[in-house]
């Protein structure tokens, strides 16, 4: 996919001066002619000229030497760099090239932000507090006691439950619901269907059934989380659900009655977290992992793809697997269940020559 902006073009030699410090080197000099416009960015296999792409490491040696780009970003590495410098490609080299081609993706594109108005067919009580620049888009429902902080964007759709505090430049996008006594940060994304708020799973067995504990509790986004597509993060009996900041959240994901967040943490999509999980900062969890029940998982901490969370995971320890163990046993078990065939018949031919049988 190619982000392009005719109505926007730049010298190479203004991008690269915007990624400031992080440069480590480019390909021009004083008296170099090759300076190309650039009006977009594009994945390097995906590139066409006067558009700008990126390459990590030696296994995009190949796409360098088909890539239709004009510039790209590389990793200070003088094998790439010649490759580049073979096709008359104009590059630059920084660290962290991925990072540096986000920065540079924000040059050509930002995201849609209609003006500050409220449509006529939104329903807000009187008791609301609105700042200013706030943006509410068609149908939405606010109801009484919200909080609507400075420049925030609401989009259409969407419902907000007494209450409700949202932060300065918080974005709700279409048909989200943000449910009562819910606290939102400032610079958070809510994104389409998402529910913050909403009642935590909590039943109680008698002889009659499931009596339902009502959910007093409240959910605590702080500032900088994003929350993807069709997520829920419920609130808890008593007490509350708290996401720390800078923490992203993928779609499909669950985040149970009373959990607690640390900060910059990102959850893949399909991630469940059951009631009382607690987890640290800038801990990892991969596509469809499942956290049970008030199991902790410390600071920096990893947990792979479908990886199931019974018990504690120690701070900065990487597991795999279900029930969860520690990533390197679960790579010898791995490859000790891949052979387990291989061993069943040397097993039946050391019986078939000791005169065993089955």
Request: with cysteine; hydrophobic share 40%.
């Amino acid at each position: 996919m190619i982000v392009n902006s005719t109505a926007f073009v730049m010298k190479f030699s203004e991008i690269i001066e915007k990624l400031g410090s992080s440069v480590v080197a480019h390909s021009l000099t004083l008296d170099s002619d090759n300076d190309p416009e650039i009006g977009g960015v594009a994945a390097i296999d995906d590139a066409t000229p006067n558009t700008i792409s990126y390459a990590e490491s030696n296994k995009f040696a190949v796409l360098i030497g088909s890539t239709a780009a004009s510039a790209l970003i590389l990793p200070p590495n003088e094998d790439l760099h010649a490759k580049a410098d073979a096709r008359g490609i104009a590059w630059v080299a920084v660290h962290h090239p991925r990072l540096a081609f986000a920065q540079t993706i924000a040059l050509y594109y930002q995201p849609f932000k209609p003006a500050p108005v409220i449509h006529p067919t939104a329903v807000i009580d009187p008791s609301v507090q609105i700042a200013e620049e706030v943006s509410i888009g068609a149908n939405v429902v606010i109801q009484s006691g919200a909080k609507i902080g400075a420049g925030a964007v609401i989009h259409p759709n969407v419902v907000i439950y007494p209450d409700v505090q949202i932060g300065d430049r918080t974005v709700l996008h279409a048909n989200c619901s943000i449910q009562e006594r819910t606290r939102i940060g400032a610079d958070c994304v809510i994104h389409c269907g998402a529910v913050i708020g909403s009642e935590g799973f909590g039943f109680v067995p008698t002889r009659e059934g499931w009596l339902k504990m009502e959910q007093s509790g409240c959910t605590v986004l702080e500032d900088g989380v994003e929350v993807g597509c069709n997520s829920a993060v419920d609130r808890p009996a008593v007490g509350e659900t708290r996401i720390g900041r800078n923490t992203k959240i993928d779609n499909l994901v669950q985040i149970g009655h009373g959990v607690k967040v640390g900060e910059a943490c990102a959850f893949a999509s399909g991630c469940g977290l059951a009631g009382g999980t607690q987890i640290g900062d800038r801990v990892i969890l991969a596509g469809q992992v499942g956290v049970g029940n008030n199991a902790k998982m410390g600071d920096g901490s990893v947990a792979s793809a479908k990886a199931g969370v019974l018990k504690d995971v120690p701070r900065g320890q990487t597991v795999s697997g279900y029930p969860a163990i520690e990533h390197k046993v679960f790579l010898r078990a791995a490859a000790m269940y891949h052979r387990s065939y291989e061993m069943y018949l040397s097993v039946k031919q050391i019986k078939k020559h000791l005169g065993i049988n089955d």
